[in-house]
Protein backbone atom coordinates (compact mmCIF):
# COMPACT_ATOMS: atom_id res chain seq x y z
CA UNK A 1 0.00 0.00 0.00
CA UNK A 2 1.18 3.43 -0.90
CA UNK A 3 2.26 4.80 2.44
CA UNK A 4 0.26 7.67 3.22
CA UNK A 5 0.26 11.00 5.97
CA UNK A 6 -3.22 10.15 8.64
CA UNK A 7 -4.78 12.52 10.76
CA UNK A 8 -7.02 10.38 13.55
CA UNK A 9 -8.66 12.24 15.90
CA UNK A 10 -9.23 11.16 19.23
CA UNK A 11 -6.27 8.44 18.82
CA UNK A 12 -5.53 7.96 22.39
CA UNK A 13 -8.89 6.95 22.98
CA UNK A 14 -9.75 2.82 22.88
CA UNK A 15 -10.91 2.77 19.64
CA UNK A 16 -8.99 5.49 18.26
CA UNK A 17 -5.78 3.70 19.54
CA UNK A 18 -6.41 0.86 17.53
CA UNK A 19 -6.97 2.63 14.48
CA UNK A 20 -4.01 4.86 15.20
CA UNK A 21 -1.78 1.18 15.05
CA UNK A 22 -3.39 -0.35 12.17
CA UNK A 23 -2.53 2.29 9.96
CA UNK A 24 1.15 2.71 11.27
CA UNK A 25 1.04 -1.10 10.81
CA UNK A 26 0.18 -0.68 7.12
CA UNK A 27 3.26 1.58 6.63
CA UNK A 28 0.95 5.02 7.07
CA UNK A 29 2.71 7.89 9.01
CA UNK A 30 -0.09 8.81 11.50
CA UNK A 31 -0.90 11.82 13.91
CA UNK A 32 -3.11 11.94 16.51
CA UNK A 33 -4.72 15.34 18.89
CA UNK A 34 -4.67 15.17 22.35
CA UNK A 35 -6.52 17.80 25.21
CA UNK A 36 -4.96 16.51 28.30
CA UNK A 37 -1.31 16.47 27.94
CA UNK A 38 -0.02 13.97 31.09
CA UNK A 39 -2.16 11.37 29.66
CA UNK A 40 -0.81 11.87 26.27
CA UNK A 41 2.43 11.67 26.88
CA UNK A 42 1.76 8.14 28.44
CA UNK A 43 -0.13 6.79 25.69
CA UNK A 44 2.60 8.04 23.56
CA UNK A 45 5.72 6.14 25.72
CA UNK A 46 3.52 3.31 25.74
CA UNK A 47 2.76 2.99 22.40
CA UNK A 48 6.27 3.79 21.90
CA UNK A 49 7.40 0.91 23.55
CA UNK A 50 5.32 -1.26 21.58
CA UNK A 51 7.56 0.15 18.18
CA UNK A 52 5.40 2.51 17.34
CA UNK A 53 6.34 6.43 16.76
CA UNK A 54 2.95 8.75 16.69
CA UNK A 55 2.78 12.23 16.37
CA UNK A 56 1.25 14.32 19.01
CA UNK A 57 -0.46 17.22 18.59
CA UNK A 58 -2.70 19.41 21.53
CA UNK A 59 -5.84 20.70 20.23
CA UNK A 60 -9.64 20.27 20.91
CA UNK A 61 -11.35 19.32 18.11
CA UNK A 62 -14.79 20.65 18.85
CA UNK A 63 -12.79 24.34 18.56
CA UNK A 64 -12.83 25.77 14.80
CA UNK A 65 -9.26 27.76 15.49
CA UNK A 66 -7.68 24.58 17.51
CA UNK A 67 -8.57 22.19 14.36
CA UNK A 68 -7.18 24.62 11.98
CA UNK A 69 -4.23 24.96 14.04
CA UNK A 70 -3.25 21.01 14.81
CA UNK A 71 -4.05 20.21 10.89
CA UNK A 72 -1.11 23.10 10.30
CA UNK A 73 0.78 21.87 12.96
CA UNK A 74 0.66 17.75 11.85
CA UNK A 75 0.93 19.02 8.16
CA UNK A 76 4.37 20.93 9.16
CA UNK A 77 5.34 17.90 11.03
CA UNK A 78 5.17 15.15 8.26
CA UNK A 79 3.45 16.93 5.48
CA UNK A 80 -0.22 16.90 3.94
CA UNK A 81 -2.75 15.00 5.25
CA UNK A 82 -4.17 12.18 3.11
CA UNK A 83 -6.30 10.52 5.24
CA UNK A 84 -8.53 11.95 8.25
CA UNK A 85 -10.35 9.77 10.12
CA UNK A 86 -12.72 11.90 12.22
CA UNK A 87 -12.85 9.37 15.30
CA UNK A 88 -12.92 12.10 18.61
CA UNK A 89 -16.55 11.30 20.50
CA UNK A 90 -17.85 11.72 24.18
CA UNK A 91 -21.43 10.68 25.81
CA UNK A 92 -23.43 12.54 27.94
CA UNK A 93 -26.13 10.10 28.58
CA UNK A 94 -29.22 10.83 29.66
CA UNK A 95 -33.32 10.58 29.07
CA UNK A 96 -33.85 13.79 26.98
CA UNK A 97 -36.71 15.22 29.31
CA UNK A 98 -33.55 15.80 31.57
CA UNK A 99 -30.96 16.94 29.57
CA UNK A 100 -29.43 20.19 30.17
CA UNK A 101 -27.96 22.38 27.40
CA UNK A 102 -24.10 21.69 28.75
CA UNK A 103 -25.22 17.89 28.20
CA UNK A 104 -26.68 18.44 24.51
CA UNK A 105 -24.15 21.40 23.44
CA UNK A 106 -20.92 18.74 24.62
CA UNK A 107 -22.26 15.79 22.64
CA UNK A 108 -22.89 18.15 19.15
CA UNK A 109 -19.93 20.06 19.09
CA UNK A 110 -17.09 17.01 19.89
CA UNK A 111 -18.95 14.69 18.26
CA UNK A 112 -20.31 16.62 14.85
CA UNK A 113 -19.12 20.24 14.60
CA UNK A 114 -15.82 18.48 14.96
CA UNK A 115 -15.79 17.04 11.89
CA UNK A 116 -17.14 20.17 9.81
CA UNK A 117 -13.62 21.81 11.97
CA UNK A 118 -11.38 19.27 11.03
CA UNK A 119 -12.64 18.22 7.83
CA UNK A 120 -12.87 21.73 6.29
CA UNK A 121 -8.59 22.59 6.80
CA UNK A 122 -7.77 19.67 5.07
CA UNK A 123 -10.35 19.16 1.94
CA UNK A 124 -8.87 21.46 -0.24
CA UNK A 125 -5.50 19.84 0.39
CA UNK A 126 -6.88 16.62 -1.03
CA UNK A 127 -9.21 18.05 -4.13
CA UNK A 128 -5.81 19.68 -5.39
CA UNK A 129 -3.40 16.65 -4.73
CA UNK A 130 -6.66 14.54 -6.22
CA UNK A 131 -6.27 12.02 -3.63
CA UNK A 132 -7.64 11.81 -0.16
CA UNK A 133 -9.75 9.95 2.42
CA UNK A 134 -11.98 11.13 4.73
CA UNK A 135 -13.93 8.11 7.66
CA UNK A 136 -16.12 9.38 10.27
CA UNK A 137 -16.54 6.69 12.91
CA UNK A 138 -20.34 7.13 13.98
CA UNK A 139 -22.08 4.29 16.17
CA UNK A 140 -24.89 1.91 15.71
CA UNK A 141 -27.13 4.47 17.88
CA UNK A 142 -27.25 6.88 15.35
CA UNK A 143 -28.60 4.13 13.14
CA UNK A 144 -31.43 3.03 15.03
CA UNK A 145 -31.56 5.49 18.18
CA UNK A 146 -30.94 4.52 21.79
CA UNK A 147 -32.69 5.06 24.97
CA UNK A 148 -30.52 8.03 27.04
CA UNK A 149 -28.55 8.84 23.51
CA UNK A 150 -30.63 12.15 22.06
CA UNK A 151 -27.52 14.45 21.71
CA UNK A 152 -25.27 11.39 20.74
CA UNK A 153 -27.75 9.78 18.26
CA UNK A 154 -28.30 13.04 16.79
CA UNK A 155 -24.78 13.67 16.45
CA UNK A 156 -23.95 10.32 15.27
CA UNK A 157 -26.91 10.28 12.66
CA UNK A 158 -25.58 14.27 11.68
CA UNK A 159 -21.65 12.29 10.82
CA UNK A 160 -23.48 10.01 8.05
CA UNK A 161 -25.82 12.87 6.50
CA UNK A 162 -21.97 14.49 5.94
CA UNK A 163 -20.42 11.52 4.54
CA UNK A 164 -23.00 11.18 1.99
CA UNK A 165 -23.09 15.12 0.92
CA UNK A 166 -19.08 15.25 1.18
CA UNK A 167 -19.03 11.93 -0.94
CA UNK A 168 -21.23 13.50 -3.97
CA UNK A 169 -18.62 16.90 -3.92
CA UNK A 170 -15.65 15.68 -3.85
CA UNK A 171 -15.80 11.88 -5.70
CA UNK A 172 -14.45 13.35 -9.03
CA UNK A 173 -11.28 14.36 -7.10
CA UNK A 174 -10.15 10.77 -6.12
CA UNK A 175 -11.28 11.70 -2.83
CA UNK A 176 -13.95 9.00 -0.59
CA UNK A 177 -15.53 9.67 2.41
CA UNK A 178 -17.16 6.76 4.22
CA UNK A 179 -18.67 5.96 7.28
CA UNK A 180 -18.10 3.05 9.80
CA UNK A 181 -20.84 2.78 12.20
CA UNK A 182 -19.63 0.65 15.25
CA UNK A 183 -21.52 -1.14 17.29
CA UNK A 184 -21.20 -2.07 21.44
CA UNK A 185 -16.97 -2.47 21.75
CA UNK A 186 -15.58 -3.07 24.86
CA UNK A 187 -13.78 0.31 25.57
CA UNK A 188 -13.54 2.76 28.39
CA UNK A 189 -17.05 4.12 26.64
CA UNK A 190 -18.95 1.07 26.82
CA UNK A 191 -18.02 0.07 30.29
CA UNK A 192 -19.01 3.23 31.91
CA UNK A 193 -23.03 2.26 30.95
CA UNK A 194 -24.00 0.83 34.48
CA UNK A 195 -23.72 -2.72 34.16
CA UNK A 196 -26.98 -4.00 34.84
CA UNK A 197 -28.25 -1.85 31.45
CA UNK A 198 -24.98 -3.19 29.62
CA UNK A 199 -25.46 -6.78 30.01
CA UNK A 200 -29.17 -6.10 28.44
CA UNK A 201 -27.34 -4.55 25.46
CA UNK A 202 -25.29 -7.40 24.88
CA UNK A 203 -27.79 -10.26 25.39
CA UNK A 204 -29.33 -8.24 22.18
CA UNK A 205 -25.81 -8.70 20.28
CA UNK A 206 -26.51 -12.09 17.79
CA UNK A 207 -22.34 -12.62 18.29
CA UNK A 208 -22.72 -12.96 22.18
CA UNK A 209 -19.98 -10.55 22.83
CA UNK A 210 -18.76 -6.30 23.08
CA UNK A 211 -16.74 -6.48 19.61
CA UNK A 212 -12.96 -5.11 20.19
CA UNK A 213 -11.26 -1.82 19.22
CA UNK A 214 -9.48 -3.70 16.26
CA UNK A 215 -12.41 -5.49 14.31
CA UNK A 216 -13.15 -1.31 13.80
CA UNK A 217 -9.59 -0.23 12.91
CA UNK A 218 -10.21 -3.38 10.25
CA UNK A 219 -13.32 -1.52 9.19
CA UNK A 220 -11.61 1.47 8.71
CA UNK A 221 -8.93 -0.07 7.27
CA UNK A 222 -10.94 -1.64 4.24
CA UNK A 223 -11.57 2.08 3.10
CA UNK A 224 -7.89 2.94 2.47
CA UNK A 225 -6.40 1.48 -0.43
CA UNK A 226 -6.46 2.60 -3.79
CA UNK A 227 -8.51 -0.58 -4.80
CA UNK A 228 -11.57 1.13 -2.46
CA UNK A 229 -11.38 3.79 -4.67
CA UNK A 230 -15.13 2.83 -5.82
CA UNK A 231 -16.62 2.79 -2.74
CA UNK A 232 -17.85 6.16 -1.26
CA UNK A 233 -20.57 7.31 0.50
CA UNK A 234 -21.25 3.65 2.63
CA UNK A 235 -21.97 3.63 5.73
CA UNK A 236 -19.88 -0.08 7.61
CA UNK A 237 -21.85 -1.39 9.95
CA UNK A 238 -19.80 -3.47 12.63
CA UNK A 239 -21.64 -4.50 14.93
CA UNK A 240 -22.10 -8.17 15.61
CA UNK A 241 -25.28 -7.99 13.96
CA UNK A 242 -27.10 -5.96 16.53
CA UNK A 243 -28.45 -3.48 13.77
CA UNK A 244 -29.21 -4.93 10.27
CA UNK A 245 -30.74 -1.91 8.45
CA UNK A 246 -28.93 1.03 6.85
N1 LIG B 1 -36.07 0.93 26.63
C1 LIG B 1 -37.17 1.15 27.36
N2 LIG B 1 -37.13 1.53 28.63
C2 LIG B 1 -35.92 1.69 29.21
C3 LIG B 1 -34.72 1.47 28.48
C4 LIG B 1 -34.84 1.05 27.15
N3 LIG B 1 -33.76 0.80 26.40
N4 LIG B 1 -33.69 1.71 29.29
C5 LIG B 1 -34.21 2.07 30.48
N5 LIG B 1 -35.54 2.05 30.41
C6 LIG B 1 -36.48 2.35 31.48
C7 LIG B 1 -36.09 1.63 32.76
O1 LIG B 1 -36.60 0.31 32.72
C8 LIG B 1 -36.72 2.49 33.82
O2 LIG B 1 -38.11 2.21 33.89
P1 LIG B 1 -38.85 2.13 35.31
O3 LIG B 1 -38.64 3.51 35.92
O4 LIG B 1 -40.27 1.84 34.94
O5 LIG B 1 -38.18 1.03 36.05
C9 LIG B 1 -36.62 3.90 33.23
O6 LIG B 1 -36.41 3.73 31.81
C10 LIG B 1 -35.44 4.67 33.79
O7 LIG B 1 -34.26 3.94 33.47
P2 LIG B 1 -32.96 4.11 34.31
O8 LIG B 1 -33.17 3.76 35.73
O9 LIG B 1 -31.87 3.42 33.56
O10 LIG B 1 -32.78 5.70 34.23
P3 LIG B 1 -31.54 6.52 34.56
O11 LIG B 1 -31.95 7.94 34.46
O12 LIG B 1 -30.88 6.05 35.81
O13 LIG B 1 -30.53 6.17 33.38
C11 LIG B 1 -29.70 6.06 31.20
C12 LIG B 1 -30.91 6.35 32.07
C13 LIG B 1 -28.57 7.02 31.50
C14 LIG B 1 -30.13 6.25 29.77
C15 LIG B 1 -29.21 4.61 31.43
O14 LIG B 1 -30.28 3.74 31.24
C16 LIG B 1 -28.08 4.24 30.49
O15 LIG B 1 -26.92 4.53 30.72
N6 LIG B 1 -28.38 3.54 29.36
C17 LIG B 1 -27.41 3.11 28.38
C18 LIG B 1 -27.28 4.12 27.29
C19 LIG B 1 -26.30 3.59 26.28
O16 LIG B 1 -26.48 2.55 25.67
N7 LIG B 1 -25.21 4.31 26.05
C20 LIG B 1 -24.21 3.87 25.16
C21 LIG B 1 -22.88 4.33 25.66
S1 LIG B 1 -21.56 3.62 24.73
C22 LIG B 1 -21.64 4.39 23.26
O17 LIG B 1 -22.33 5.34 23.05
C23 LIG B 1 -20.78 3.82 22.19
C24 LIG B 1 -21.60 3.46 21.02
O18 LIG B 1 -21.54 4.18 20.03
C25 LIG B 1 -22.40 2.22 21.03
Known amino acids: MTPRIALVTGGTGGIGTAIVKRLADLGHQVATNYRNEEKARAWQQQLKDQG????????????????AALVREVESKLGPVDILVNNAGITRDTTFHKMTPVQWTEVINTNLNSVYNMTRPVIEGMRERKWGRVIQ?????????QYGQANYAAAKA??????????QENARFGI???TVSPGYIGTDMVMAV??????KIVAQ???????SPEEIAYAVAFFIPDEASWITGANLSANGGQYMGW
Open 176 to 178: TVN
Open 158 to 167: GMHGFTISLA
Open 194 to 199: PEEVRN
Open 52 to 67: YDITLVKGDVGSPEEA
Open 137 to 145: ISSINGQKG
Open 205 to 211: IPTGRLG
